[in-house]
C-alpha cells in the first residue's frame, strides 16, 4: 500500500521530459494516469526513485480524425475515448473495446498511451491497436519515430520502445465504413483482465484477427485474418489457436484458456459478420 519515497517532475514539453529520463536512466519513469504503474509502486514491484508525470504536457492530448487517420494523443483517457462521438462512428471497435476494460474511474485516469505502453499482456488495447494495424510515434532525443503495433510487443513489459522514449500518439487507419467489427472478452468479473479477449474486424478489403492475454505478447495472426476474409471461420480459429501460448495461472489451465480462447473468438466473429454491411 505504501510506495518508497520519489521525487515527483512535472514537464511541460517533450523535451524536458526526456531530458529528465536521461538524467536519471532507470531510477525514472514516466507515469500518464498511474493506473497501472502506482499499484506496482504501493506493491514495491516498481522502486523508482523520480516520477515523470505527463499531465502538463499538451502534445499529449487531444483526439482528431482526419484523412482517413484517427490519431489519438497518449493522454488521452479511456473515459474521452469512450465519450467522443466522432472516433465512435469512426472506428467504434475502440469504444466497444474501451467499455470493456477496467471499469469508471480507472477508466476517468488510465489513458490510451500508458496502455499500449505498458507491455503487459492483459492489457486490452494493444491486442485492439494490431487488429486495426496501428502505428505509435515515439519521441526521444533522437526525434521522433514510428513503430507498427504489430511490431511493437517483444515479451512481457518487454517493447520496441526504449527507456529514453515517450510514447505521444497513436494513429489508426479509419476501416472503410461497412467494416464489421467486435470486440468480445471473457474475464471473471468487472474491472477483471481478460481470460481471453479478441478483436475482429472484416471488411471488403480483408479481415484482422488479434488476440488479448494468451501469451507473453498480444497475439495478431495474419493467417487468421486470411482464413477469416476467405470465409473459412474454422480456419481462421485453428490459425489463432496455433498461435497462442497461455500460461496456467488463477484464471485457469492452458487446456481452459484455449477453450476459452476458441469461443471468445467465434463469438467476436459473429458479431463481426453481423455488423458488416
Ligand atoms: C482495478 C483495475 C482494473 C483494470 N482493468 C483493466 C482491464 O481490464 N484492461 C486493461 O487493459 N487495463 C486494465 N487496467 C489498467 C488500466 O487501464 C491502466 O490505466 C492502463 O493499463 C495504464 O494506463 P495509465 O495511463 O494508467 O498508465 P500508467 O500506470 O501511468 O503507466 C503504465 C506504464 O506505461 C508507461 N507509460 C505511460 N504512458 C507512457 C507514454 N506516453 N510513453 C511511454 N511510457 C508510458 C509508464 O512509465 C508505466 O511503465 C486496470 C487497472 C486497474 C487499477
Known amino acids: 500500500m505504501i510506495p518508497a519515497g520519489f521525487e515527483y517532475h512535472r514537464p511541460a514539453d517533450l523535451a524536458s521530459a526526456v531530458d529528465i529520463l536521461r538524467a536519471h536512466g532507470d531510477e525514472a519513469r514516466v507515469v500518464a494516469g498511474g ?14 526513485r523520480h516520477l515523470i508525470d505527463l499531465q502538463a504536457i499538451g502534445a499529449l492530448k487531444g483526439i482528431t480524425i482526419a484523412e482517413g487517420t484517427a490519431t489519438l494523443g497518449a493522454m488521452t483517457t479511456q473515459h474521452e475515448l469512450i465519450e467522443n462521438a466522432d472516433l465512435a462512428a469512426a472506428i467504434p471497435l475502440l469504444r466497444e473495446a474501451a467499455l470493456q476494460i477496467a471499469d469508471p474511474q480507472v477508466r476517468y485516469m488510465g489513458t490510451v498511451g500508458g496502455n499500449v505502453a505498458n507491455g503487459d499482456p492483459g492489457n486490452d488495447m494493444p491486442g485492439l491497436m494490431q487488429c486495426l494495424d496501428a502505428r505509435f510515434e515515439l519521441y526521444g532525443a533522437e526525434g521522433t519515430r514510428q513503430v507498427a503495433a504489430r511490431d511493437f510487443y517483444e515479451a512481457a ?3 520496441a520502445r526504449s527507456d529514453l522514449e515517450i510514447l505521444t500518439k497513436i494513429l489508426i487507419p479509419v476501416p472503410a465504413s461497412g467494416t464489421g467489427y467486435a470486440y468480445a472478452k471473457q474475464k471473471r468479473k468487472i474491472g477483471d483482465y481478460a481470460t481471453a479477449a479478441a478483436a475482429v474486424l472484416i471488411g471488403s478489403d480483408g479481415a484482422s484477427v488479434a488476440m488479448t492475454n494468451l501469451s507473453d505478447t498480444p497475439v495478431w495472426s495474419e493467417e487468421a485474418g486470411t482464413a477469416l476474409a476467405s470465409g473459412d471461420i474454422e480456419g481462421c480459429v485453428a490459425a489463432m489457436l496455433a ?10 489451465p492452458i487446456a481452459f484458456k484455449k477453450h476459452v480462447a476458441a469461443v471468445i473468438l467465434r463469438r467476436a466473429i459473429d458479431s463481426a459478420l453481423s455488423r458488416r454491411a
Open 35 to 48: 493506473h497501472s504503474l502506482i499499484p506496482m509502486m504501493k506493491l514495491r514491484m516498481a522502486d523508482l
Open 157 to 159: 513489459y518487454f517493447t
Open 243 to 252: 498461435a497462442i501460448d497461455p500460461q496456467e495461472d488463477m484464471r485457469g
